[in-house]
């Protein structure tokens, strides 16, 4: 087992530090925003640029044992690629549809705008579970 | 020989899966249990005939020489309990039919019924303080899964408080099995019966302090039996007989096995004596101002647990053998009591004492709760009375003149509450229509063995005098433990037969 | 032809997963990526009709590239609209048509959106695909930008 | 014949023919020319031991050895007498019961019970070992039980059965005290082997106090008498028997049986008081009584009180005298309570208000009633004179305090005897009807007649006879009671000369005659009723339930957060001298990232506390479960953080489930006196938690089974991961209960929401109509689904060696299952998840067993290595254990979640699920 | 460690017992998860702490190595409250649809002429006394 | 120099922790919530990530694989419901 170059460890420990601050940048931008669609667009920032600068930044740090443990850092990237846009946009879509306010500058509307109905408790359906269980 | 205490935890967990997955109707369920049930009957037999001649099996699991590995172990006690849950099982089995108690509720009840035996069979093997815990849990869902097979809202309002407790209790369990690793360096309990001497006395004291209040929430002792008396009126008749007769008696159990082993030199023992008599007195009265007869009863279980464990706390031979002949007895006739509650709460359509029809059990019904209730009352010439007999002889060998004035009196609150529960239920002749010998023959099968208990009292005590011989000699119990080998099998599997 | 990139994906993944990277491990990853294939293949209605590799492969690192431009140009972006003083937003749902025609071309269009900073995609429903612009800079059309990075070669992908 | 057999005999006869009538169910007839039959077998085989000259303990078995419990009977005269006098009163008893009810199910059930009692109050005059003693002792009063609520359905009835078997039995518990004391002091529970010891007095003195509670309930001495009258609601015939003759008497049996054992004892004397008060006060009620079967009751009070008395003088003379009232009385008072019988029988009624010139119609009971009463009274020349001229004799002989006590005793007591006797002859027979249908009186069956004739013949003859009496029967039961012959005593005759026991017994006579004839003096005529000693037993019972009320209140009835308060204090109290230790010392300085992440869990928990929605809490119990997974990380437990992870996430996901459609937080606010103890306590058990922690380090042992799971795990066990080998291997058993949990937890799921298992429902939940909304995830879950399962399988395979294993690996599936339940519209496959989890239990139990075929024990692993393709494949046992895990926990996790998830909202799969219950 | 650690337990017990004494079942049960936690880190602790995680690299070395038992036990013990927990939230789930009740309540008493009534499958009519 | 790095880094993401925490409490909406529940599970991936240099620290990258690719299925679940309004804001 080598140890790493002093460039290389000089670019993870910039990498971490970066990542590091994207994290940061991000949870700034959750409080700050004025409303929720806007905040949803924080976190999917740390989760891109934060968390693959960390990976690049371990993945440089694994290279001396000289096994391939680093494609199991990118597939943490890759994972959160695939999963994070699911959950923003299930957020979003959920949001948009029980009319979570928004700051008044939004211009445009959501996809849900005008079948609200299609969805929620309002529809005046009840559940099965609600209901008596008049079962045996 | 070992073989059989992996018997014995197997063949219910086999049971439990095969009726779940099985999907042949209730009758077709209760035949398969009964399957499941006899062997397990004949294998607790032979368990405890070999416990019987002074043997301890032992089964050290994965092959590990303890305290590394897992260890079984069966003396007269585990033994004992193996063979009176065997017997519950048996007689449950027996009482629970579909035609009676409803197909669905047949059907659903017995894979937890087994899955319940399966842990309590494991807990009383176990010779590792942490798997007693994991057993305990096994338990605990599986009593859950029971207690919510009526259906309808008060088994719904009786869960909470039956797992808040049970959970708390799991919960100082879990602690006190970690603090015991932390005086003692080992789960293993006879590795802590050697080390407990050694270890840090406030730490060990803490540590068993936790143990014994996870064992009372248990057995039901006060203050914690808030807990039975919600459950016990819940579950299904027979399955409720079965409660009766053995869920408390795990936390006994587990009372019995731990105190003598490695809980004697800390002042807990002395503290739990007097919850034991707080019990059997406090809760016999409170039995007394019930209407639901099977609230009733519960409280009576916690009533007989306190004779039970003030026994067993007093760490004397005399009185741990009272209270294990107690134990038999009390196990045969809270059985049998809560089969008559089941009876009667069916013919008369409520669970009211005072809205039941008196007499519309038929005389079988009588007569066994005249058995088993002046037995439980301690009344000569049942089961009860030699009970009691050994339990006061107990106290007076070791003069605690004031528990053995708590036993008295709470054996007169004892009958008081039976002729209450006479009279209401039985206080007029049995109506003509009422359910003949043969549907009450669980019933009277229980009945039958407390009688036999009686009539062989003499075998039967002389049993509980040896098994208080063999849980105070914790060398024979260390001993054997110690015999176990490492016994893997080697790479490659050389030993093939 | 999909289930062989399949398994060599997950072979791949799979020496990932145990960090070392010998035949073996990658011929049991391959086995259990098939089968993990196979036994979700309820949830892969269709499938991925990616018959040529190396067009495939050239336009993948053309979405790419876009991407990481995309991520580090926005981001950077993104980092001063968030950290001014005074912070003022003005977002925008915007709606638009894809010409993608498989289901996998547009949803990964759609995580495209999500991933670069200032879009998020709130719902895709046919061909129909609404985003969320978190500031609706003046002069900048975020649809053509889409469309010309990502949806282009997507379609390219998909006519393959 | 042997004395074991004959002994027996005696006692099993009687119940063991009625019973064997009742069985074969014969005619009432037949049932009690049996146990009639019984009764005289028993009789004549008493009578031929007696004729023996064996005296002494037979022992028949050997019952509980260890506690000196065995089945043996003393052939004693005196034992051989009483048995006599049961048994043949008890003939009598039946033959005039068959006659009182004729046949009917009630007359059946009570011959039974007669016999029964006839075979228990044998085995009490008859045992030997002092516990067969007490066991007969308490089934005369369990029999006594069932015969007085014979009436049933009569509450009235039932309260005074009920009071007579509390009352006896709390009075016998000490005398079981007693019994385990003689027996461990003496080292036998042979009482004809105590009587031979000489124990010193402090021991006679505890014996005997802990035995006067039973002879004083048992025989009814006041001020535990109220039962006996109570228990006149048993039948007519029964209470001639129980409640006069045989079973009241016990007390007084037993006082003679323990004589010669305790009679040295300065307690002995306080029976004097107790006999004189209780003689004086069964009199003065007696006299106050209009229902001639109360008045016998009373009457019968009072004889007791004259027995115990008679007995307290405590000198053999004394015992002599005793012993003869004891056997007049329970001749003539059985003879009486006959009577009274037939009296019932004959008007219709037993109220003196009511009775009167009864001689008219049924001239023959006058005649037997008027002899009996006269014996009663002490009239010469019967035999209730003869043993009341004794009695008084004695009495007059003992020490001047005692002697005061005494003749008052006797000498009021029996004024109002004669005046209750008479007032029964006159007001009954004599004098002329006040209303009683005695003009329907019809002419009274012979067979009513028979036992009452025989009884009055018998104290008729004892008077004439008296010398005869003396020499066979007095003399040697005297001897036989106090264990040697007594020295030359005046013998038994009607005619002792003018002294001053006749004198007080004309005095009694005539003034008795005197105070109701001519003052027609009724004593208290009711009692106070505060003072009834039924009602005062009644209140005591309603007091001891109020209170039993009060304790179930306390005990179940409160909120749960009480009892799991105390369970957690109870439980943690005992750390407290640990804490104390533990904060006298310094801590070691904190790790700072540990630092902050405590900080973060400080931030998140006191959120917990304040935030208001639901599902904020849960997101933050859920953080909290990811700082704790941090601090498993900087302890370096990699597989536990990698578990706790997915336990949030699964959980959380449960959460989801579990918050829909729920009512409101209750609102209703806690009392601020709650508030803070409830904080107090939290606050306290905090801090007792935490000094543990403390504690366990500086106090802490070192492992014992560490050094040799890290040397053994990758030597002889074969996985780098040691805790993976723990659970795996070394303690594969938690691990396969445990997942058991976790499958019970997962169909009790099913089982609350659905009200059934799973086993039962037709699951179908389509989330979306398909193709109505998509959104992102239904495409990228095809790729995250085989990921998640690729990943789980990694997890799975590596777990032996590196973080991972079969937990973690089956709630990987089970989350990625749930992600299946989210995206599909309908996934087959699904439905069998708990088949599943059924399945892992399987394959667990196989590997519980599998190891027995190689005859080793049970879950042992094999492990090796097999050549394939040029490459080494290490494969091991384990692998298959982890797979039984994987395959229960994945499948239970997606049963749970398919049974807590909602059902379909489109309207044809409502139908549908309609339709499939 | 062991300050944070003993920070750490003594928090989640005051806040898991503040929880678990409450009125709501909600919050018990959040309460008892809490709990259970401060539980595990207090098994945790008896092992001590270790210098390197008990997952060997096969060179032999396990100087600072942590002690393999308590981890087992503790993982044993968190699938066993996640188990716990799931059948927490399906009563959470029942009682609130079932009974309509969100509150712990002292355990119902006697409630026989309903029951006897209704003895078989559940009746979710009223909500909870 | 390394550590020094870590330290600092890990204190950012500590920052960021604690600022994501004051959202979760904060809301308003629920989504607000999760989104904050979701973005302090990455938060964790990423203190993992810093932490994961040295061999024994690989051990735990396993977790955040794990973690990455299962905590949005809970915010996907609860977000459902949210969406059909079967549990309250
Ligand atoms: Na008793
Ligand atoms: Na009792």
Redesign the pocket.
Known sequence: MTSLPSWLEAVAAGATLLGAFFFLASAIGLVRLPDFYSRVHAPTKAATLGVALLVIASSIRSLPSGNLVWIEDLLIVAFLFLTVPVSSQVLLRAAATRKVPQVSSTTGEPANAHDGASAGSEDGRTDELAAPDRAG | MSGLLLTALVLPGVAGVVLWLSGSGASGLRRIALGFALPQLVVAVAILRATARGEILVHGFGGWAPPFGIVFVADRLAALFVVLLAVLLLATLWALRPKVHGEEAVARSLPPLFLLVFGLNGSFLTGDLFNLFVMFEVVLLSSYLLLQVPGGERSLSAAYPNIAINLVAALLFFIGVGLIYGATGTVNLAGIAEGIGDADPALRTAAIAMLVVAFSVKAGLIPFLYWLPATYPVLKGPVAALFAGMMTKLGVYALARTLPLFMRDTPIPSILVWVGAASSLIAVIAALSEFELRRLLGFHITS?VGYMVLGLALLSHATIAGALFYLVHHVLVKTALFFVADDLERTSETRDLRSMTAGAAGPAVAFAFVVAGFS???LPPFS?FFA?LGLLRGLFVVSEWALLGVLLV??IF?LASMLKVWLYAFGAPASAESTGWWSSAPLLGMVALSIALAVSAGPVFAFAEATATQLLQVDDYLAAVASVQDSRIPAGLEVLP | MTGLLVALVGGLVWVGFHGSADLATFLVGAVVSTAAAWATRIAWRGGLPLARLPRAVALCGQILFWFTVDLVVANAWQLRLVLSPRLRVRPQWVHFTTRLEHPATREILGVLISLTPGTVTEEMRGEEVVIHVLDETPGEDHVAAIRSRYEAPLAQLEAL | MSGQFLATLVVIAPALLACLGAITRRPVRDVATLAVTGSLISSLAAAWLAAQPFRGPVLVADWLPQLLVSVSWRVETVTLALAILVTVIGALVVQFTAAYFGESRAAREILVLLALFETSMLGLVLADNLYLLFLFWEITGIVSFFLIGSARGDAAAFGAARHALLITSAGALPLLVAFIYLTSRTGTASLSTLLGLELPVAAQTIALALLLPAVVTKSAQVPLHAWLPGAMAAPTPVSAYLHSATMVKAGIILLLYVYPLLGGSPLWTVLVPIGAVTCVWGSFRALGETDIKLLMAWSTVSQLGLLTLTIGLGTDLAMRAAVLHLFAHAVFKAGLFLTVGGVDKAAGTRSLLELGGLREHTPRLFVLAAVLAGSMAGIPPLAGFLSKELVLKKAMLSEPWVHGIAISGIVLGSIGTVAYSSRFVFEVFLGRSRGAATDRGRRLKPSLLLAPAILAVLTLAAGPGAAWVDRWFLEPVTASVIGRMLPAVTPLSLWYGVNAALVLSLVIVSVGYFSDRILGLRMVPRGPRALSGARLFDQALDACQGLGARFSWLLASLHPAVYLGLALAAGLVATVPLAFDALSVSPPPAHPVGLTTVLLLAAVLIAVLRVRSRLTRVLLVSVAGFAVAFLYRMLNAPDLLLTQLLVEVLVTIFFALGLRGLPPEPTKRVPPAWRWARRSLAVGLGLLAGSLVFALDRVGAPSQVKDYYLAAAPDLAKGLNVVNVTLTDFRALDTLMETFVVMLAAFGVAGLVKGREWASTTWSCPLDVPGQRTGLLPGMSRLILPLAGVLAVSLLLKGHNEPGGGFVAGLAFGIASILAIVVAARVRGLGSAGGVSLAGGAVLLVSLTGSLLFGAPGLTHAHGELQILGAGWKWHTALLFDLGVVLAIAGGTAAATRALWPPSRAPSSNADLGAAQ | MITVMALAVALLVVVGVELLLGRSLFKAILGLSLLAHAAHLLMIATGGVGTSPPVLDGSGSVVGTADPLPQALVLTAIVISMAVTLYLVGLLQASGRRLGASAVEPALASDPGREAADPGESDSSGASP | MISWIDLVSQAMIVAALILTLFRLVKGPSSFDRLLAGETMALGLIGLILVQAGIREARLYVDAALSLALFSFVGVVVFARFLEQGEIDD
Do not use: N, Y
């Open positions: 007989q439980l009352a301690g009860g009691k709470a054996s004892t």
